[in-house]
């Protein structure tokens, strides 16, 4: 982290907790950070639920002040018609969702979601005002073959490329087999993958936005290993799978700078 980008804590629950479940997760994060004094204006905290929870969670963060932002997990690169089964990016701006997650790699796995579509989805999320997480990651046999920036530069740039209108984007680094498998990408790994992200972001778009994007690392975050990295300066943030699921593991999490001599 550096001090010039305020760093990222984002749960993505992926298919987890229906939106009773969710009222119990929010409230007892919030409350645990708030016991605990956290400065929201130094560590932004941010969560993903299901498309079916967002409504709940929206009126619960609104109706108890609480200071956590709202984030959806993919959208339509469409904003309204014959879509079925699609949600507009409209719709999630109306509901006051800041983020939307696009092109994580169980999307690009199980859907066949390409570096076109997820263009697209981008594009979208520039229309409707959000902010877009973008996911990139290389896959074991990727790694293997290509070494570890390829392909997140690849799809960094496929994602970015020819974008009439460019808004605020976030870049999550989340190699593939390190989602889920307790295999964590060492500090070191991540921080390269960031600066070649950066540097394909100031290409492709301009040296001051790469600047100001915040790029986070993802896969196997839990409460043990998330300051080492956050130590460098390349690392902005983290986006959580499992652990974000647990209220004292993702707590944990967001008050990383506790584990950070600064
Ligand atoms: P895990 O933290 O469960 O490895 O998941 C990472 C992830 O995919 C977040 O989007």
Not at 84 to 96: P, Q, W
Not at 107 to 129: G, P, S, T
Not at 182 to 201: F, L
Request: hydrophobic share 45%.
């Amino acid at each position: 982290m550096t001090t010039e980008r305020v760093p990222f804590i984002a749960g993505n629950w992926k298919m987890n907790l229906d939106h009773q479940q969710a009222i119990a997760l929010v409230q007892k994060l919030a409350w645990t950070l708030r016991d605990a004094n956290h400065d929201y204006s130094k560590t932004e905290v941010a969560v993903f639920p299901p498309f079916t929870d967002l409504r709940t969670v929206q009126t619960l963060i609104d109706a108890e002040k609480f200071e956590l932002t709202l984030g959806a997990q993919d959208l339509s690169q469409h904003d309204s018609g014959a879509y079925t089964g699609d949600v507009s990016g409209a719709f999630l701006r109306k509901l006051e969702v800041k983020y939307v997650i696009i092109g994580h790699s169980e999307r690009r796995m199980y859907h066949a979601e390409n570096d076109e579509l997820i263009q697209a989805k981008v594009a979208a999320a520039f229309r409707h005002d959000l902010v877009p997480v973008i996911c990139v990651g290389e896959t074991l046999e990727e790694l293997e073959e290509q070494g570890q920036s390829f392909i997140p530069v690849q799809q960094i740039k496929a994602a970015l490329a020819n974008h009439s209108q460019v808004g605020e984007f976030i870049v999550a680094y989340e190699p593939v087999w390190a989602i889920g498998t307790g295999q964590v990408a060492t500090p070191e790994q991540a921080a390269e993958v960031a600066v070649a992200i950066r540097t394909a972001i100031a290409q492709t778009l301009t040296p001051e936005i790469a600047e100001k994007t915040r790029i986070l690392y993802g896969g196997s975050v839990k409460a043990a290993n998330v300051a080492g990295f956050l130590k460098s300066p390349e690392v902005d943030g983290v986006l959580v799978g499992g652990a974000s699921l647990q209220v004292e593991e993702f707590s944990g999490i967001a008050r990383f700078l506790k584990h950070l001599a600064l």
